[in-house]
């Protein structure tokens, strides 16, 4: 089996590649191609995965190409994990919310639609060429804002393309473990849209766990998401918000806090990033130890800001360690390969899961996945305040691929006036002037 990696000079390449060295099983991955338009990045990767892949005598065979066309014939799996405007690009987009007073995060808010009106045009390209030169090929979309995406891409190819995301899934083994419940003999009741999502029930043999949960303070203050979202708002709720509702729930404070920050979580990013790849293209450098210690730092400051607004205090260790995206990818890639029916929280096009939306809505449900690819299970509607924000945010989502498609400026204003995060008509123009005078990618908003 072929796997072409789209951004495969990208820094977390390497937690795929090393999923990948584990799997040892008939009609795994052999082949790993990887493109990326930066010659420089792919070396630099190329470098890690060979230490990493050091004393594996079935590793995947590695080829590294800036030739999209060339990546992409002969492919089972596509993975598109690219950036747009690299991590300058997101610096940019925090920057330009934080001075209207908005949230500027990658993936919610003005933030995530400056990079989704940046994506989307690129990703759609994307799915045209692998329509045309691998149309058997299944695409797995890591790209943020990925519900967005993979909504942008499914237009060309359909429910061959979904979008994965590890946060559900680490929202679940964190809920169960704090039950005393294997996470992976666990029901997760999830649902909503990528970074817009609830955890509504857990089963173990059958019986809800959650409600136990909710009565009792103690656990719902000993992990992540209780730390946040404080119990008492969860007990409100009656469910576990996804981490990325805390922009939501707490955004005038979380606003402050990414105001008030050193630096934006993009900034930081970018510095860290280009010190890899800097110290990485030195001869002599340990690349794969180089790599561990950057990444390291980047997980152990991940949503920092959220947490000290929050007084949510450090990560715990357990969220340190691996087995988020990358699993994802790799139990999806063996369920379709090999027919190995399992279920998977995943970013797939409605059909008719939630009533509320249309049947071409990419959500964020449990799914059944073989190999004829993912289909959503069957779920409870979600209550009205949910079902407001699901559907707001979709209109808006629905506004930045209108506005990608048409080039029309005026649909862009739209697009982030109706976004829930942005108070103001007049702050949405501003916003639409800020990102087009900063990134040239956004040129072609030119139409009223």
């Not at 079902?387 to 629905?398: D, F, M, N, S």
Request: include cysteine; charged fraction near 25%; glycine fraction near 10%.
């Amino acid at each position: 089996m072929r796997l072409t990696i789209l951004g495969g000079g990208g820094f977390r390449v390497p937690l795929v590649h090393a999923a990948l060295l584990g799997d040892h099983a008939e009609g795994r991955i052999t082949h790993v191609t990887l493109h990326d338009l930066d010659a420089g990045r792919l070396d630099a990767v190329a470098r890690v995965l060979a230490e990493q892949a050091a004393g594996v005598p079935d590793a995947p065979v590695i080829t590294i190409t800036t030739d999209l066309d060339e990546a992409l014939r002969g492919a089972d799996f596509v993975f598109s994990a690219i950036r747009v405007g690299g991590l300058e690009g997101r610096a940019v987009d925090e920057r330009v919310a934080l001075a209207e007073g908005v949230l500027g995060q990658e993936t919610v808010g003005a933030g995530g639609i400056a990079y989704g009106l940046r994506t989307v045009p690129v990703a759609a390209g994307i799915a045209e060429r692998v329509a045309r030169i691998a149309p058997d090929a299944w695409v797995i979309n890591f790209t943020n804002p990925a519900g967005l995406v993979t909504e942008a891409m499914s237009r060309y190819l359909g429910d061959r393309v979904i979008g994965i995301c590890d946060s559900p899934v680490g929202l679940g083994r964190r809920v169960a473990r704090v039950l005393g419940a294997d996470p992976d003999r666990a029901w997760i009741d999830y649902v909503g849209l990528n970074h817009l999502g609830w955890l509504r029930g857990l089963r173990i043999e059958g019986r809800d766990e959650l409600p136990r949960l909710l009565a009792d303070p103690g656990l719902l203050g000993s992990f992540e998401e209780g730390r946040l979202f404080g119990p008492e708002w969860l007990r409100a709720l009656g469910a576990v918000p996804n981490e990325y509702l805390h922009y939501y729930y707490f955004n005038r404070e979380a606003v402050r806090a990414y105001q008030q920050a050193e630096r934006t979580r993009g900034a930081f990013l970018r510095d860290q990033q280009a010190r890899f790849y800097e110290e990485t293209a030195r001869p002599g450098t340990p690349a794969l130890r180089t790599w561990e210690a950057t990444r390291a730092e980047r997980e152990a400051t991940y949503m920092a800001e959220n947490r000290e607004a929050a007084g949510a205090g450090e990560r715990e260790a357990s969220d340190l360690e691996s087995g988020g995206y990358e699993n994802v990818a790799l139990a999806l890639m063996r369920a379709i390969a090999r027919d190995e029916r399992t279920t998977l929280i995943l970013n797939v096009r409605n059909g008719s899961t939630l009533s509320v939306l249309d049947s071409e809505a990419v959500i964020e449900v449990p799914c059944v996945v073989d190999a004829n690819g993912a289909h959503p299970v069957s779920v409870a509607p979600l209550p009205g305040h949910a079902t407001g924000l699901v559907c707001a945010v979709k209109a808006v989502e629905r506004e930045v691929l209108a506005a990608a498609e048409s080039g029309s400026r005026a649909l862009a204003v739209k697009a982030f006036a109706l976004h829930p995060l942005v108070d103001s008509v007049n702050v949405a123009r501003r916003l639409v002037e800020g990102y087009t005078a900063a990134h040239p990618g956004l040129a072609y908003l030119t139409r009223k």
